[in-house]
């Protein structure tokens, strides 16, 4: 820290006036504090010169001197603007060449080499290194250096110039002179090292916030790992279980067809028993279902999904579909319409990974709509081909759309909701058609039903990122 409390307030007040595109880094910030500092403390010491230039007893010598004085101190003022315009090298040439002037002229006027104000000369170089930087620096140096010369020749050759011959006022401008030096050489000196310590200071607070904040994205990074290896356990964790459980499912299923197929051969009403072993097979083909979909999520995540890409019709695969769909859609009081519009020709897909993405969006869509219509529709021209299924059913707020393809998640998820399901049918849906290189757009409204449409590429080629998903409202 600087060890004066009153460079601190200084140094805190001068930032205030530092304009913002001169904060951009720590070099130019002090740059600017040293500025404004060296500037300030030149008009004070101008300022306070006034004094002696007063007592000066010659009256021409002592006008001379207030005006040259008050001219510079006016001018100087200038820097100020050229500071909050942003330009440093033009505020620190400023200032050197409105002193440079005042010092030549009171050299000039004062006899020369011999001048009380000629040692001011060498404040030049300091004043142009510290504000406009190394160059400049240099460069008044160099004139200082060639105007001493200059009027060291002019004096060798016996050029005769005025001449300070009262020995009081000699003694009083050197007084002021050498004061006037030393106060700004002082200044200078504290207000430097006042900025250097501030620097320091900023530079080891970023540092520590860099040190802070590169341990946080160690951390962040560890628990990134983390959950990338939890997830990684738990796809296997699921894929695994899943071929675990679908083996024993099967065989449950081929069982109770079995016994269905062996009571109604007996006969003998068993209608009852019948019945109860057809819920059993209901339930287990709706838990191979979901058992499926973990696995194809899982897989899809695991990027060991391979598709099987053939030859097909789309418009014969819809019709299938929709045979599959119409008891579920009468049982609902529904209308299932099928709109195949023109023959869209063959495709080259995976027909399996294509029926099961329109299976789920028809099935959803029967699910939540009652006493209304199912519209099942077929699009398509020479680079890809559409299916559209419309309902008019609950709707989907808009704020829950894109949660709708999360897995595990549901747009209701209270424990009262209507209407079950685990919540993966949409995400499968949606990796499906982004591996098959195609994208889902849902529009929906609630109240007034929902709109989802698939739009996959005529040719499957493998996609080069992952399709977004576009959602709106009607």
Same mark, same amino acid.
């Given at each position: 820290m600087t060890d004066g409390p009153i460079l601190r307030?200084?140094? *805190?007040w001068v930032h205030g006036f530092v304009p913002a595109q001169l904060r951009r880094d720590p070099v130019t910030r002090r740059r600017s504090q040293l500025a404004l500092g060296i500037l300030g403390a030149n008009l004070i010491v101008g300022s306070a010169l006034l004094i002696p230039l007063a007592m000066i007893r010659e009256h021409d010598l002592r006008a001379i001197a207030l005006v040259n004085t008050c001219v510079c101190l006016l001018l100087m003022l200038l820097g100020v603007l050229f500071l909050r315009r942003g330009s440093l090298w033009l505020t620190g040439n400023w200032i050197c060449a409105i002193l440079y002037a005042g010092f030549v002229f009171a050299t000039w006027t004062g006899g020369g080499v011999r001048a009380p104000f000629t040692v001011c000369l060498a404040l030049l170089p300091m004043l142009a290194g510290i504000?406009?930087?190394?160059?400049?620096?240099? =460069?008044?140096g160099c004139i200082s250096v060639a105007t001493l010369t200059a009027v060291f020749a002019a004096q060798a050759r016996g050029v005769e110039l005025p001449e300070v011959t009262h020995p009081e006022t000699t003694v009083l401008l050197a007084f002021g002179a050498l004061a006037g030096t030393t106060i700004l050489l002082t200044w200078m000196t504290a207000f430097s090292e006042a900025t250097k310590e501030a620097a320091i200071v900023q530079i080891e607070q970023a540092s520590a916030q860099l040190a802070a904040a590169i341990q946080e994205e160690e951390k962040a990074r560890h628990a990134a790992d983390q959950a990338i290896a939890a997830? =990684?356990?738990?796809?296997?964790?699921? =894929? $695994?279980? *899943?071929?675990?459980?679908? $083996?024993?499912?099967? =065989?449950?299923?081929?069982? *109770? &067809?079995?016994?269905?197929?062996? /009571?109604? +051969?007996?006969?003998?009403?068993? &209608?009852?028993? @019948? +019945? +109860?072993?057809?819920?059993v097979h209901a339930s287990g083909r709706h838990l191979l279902g979901l058992i499926t979909d973990v /696995? +194809?999520? $899982?897989? @899809?995540?695991? *990027?060991?999904?391979?598709? #099987?890409?053939?030859?097909?019709?789309?418009?014969? /695969?819809?019709? &299938?579909?929709a045979e599959i769909f119409i008891p579920l859609a009468l049982r609902n009081n529904d209308v299932l319409t099928l709109d195949l519009g023109d023959d869209t020709g063959p495709v080259h897909h995976d027909a399996t990974r294509v029926r099961q993405v329109v299976i789920n969006l028809v099935g959803n869509a029967i699910k939540f709509t009652r006493d209304g219509t199912v519209t099942v529709r077929l699009r398509g021209d020479p680079d890809k081909f559409e299916v559209f299924v419309e309902d008019t059913g609950i709707g989907i707020p808009i704020d829950k759309i894109e949660r709708i393809f999360e897995p595990f998640t549901q747009v209701d998820a209270s424990s009262t909701r209507r209407?079950?399901?685990?919540?993966?049918?949409?995400?499968?849906?949606?990796?499906?058609? #982004?591996l098959m290189g195609g994208a889902i757009e849902v529009r929906s409204s609630v109240g007034r039903g929902s709109s989802f449409t698939v739009r996959l590429p005529r040719r499957y080629t493998i996609p080069e990122h992952t399709a977004s998903v576009t959602t709106s409202a009607f």
């Open positions: 307030r200084w140094l *805190s504000i406009a930087g190394r160059r400049s620096g240099l =460069a008044w997830n =990684a356990a738990k796809s296997a964790f699921l =894929a $695994t279980m *899943s071929h675990e459980l679908r $083996t024993p499912l099967n =065989a449950i299923l081929g069982y *109770s &067809e079995l016994v269905v197929d062996e /009571l109604r +051969d007996r006969g003998g009403g068993n &209608e009852d028993l @019948i +019945d +109860d072993i057809r819920k /696995l +194809d999520l $899982t897989r @899809i995540e695991a *990027s060991r999904l391979e598709l #099987s890409p053939t030859d097909f019709e789309p418009a014969r /695969l819809l019709r &299938e579909v209407y079950e399901g685990t919540g993966l049918g949409l995400a499968v849906c949606r990796r499906l058609v #982004s």
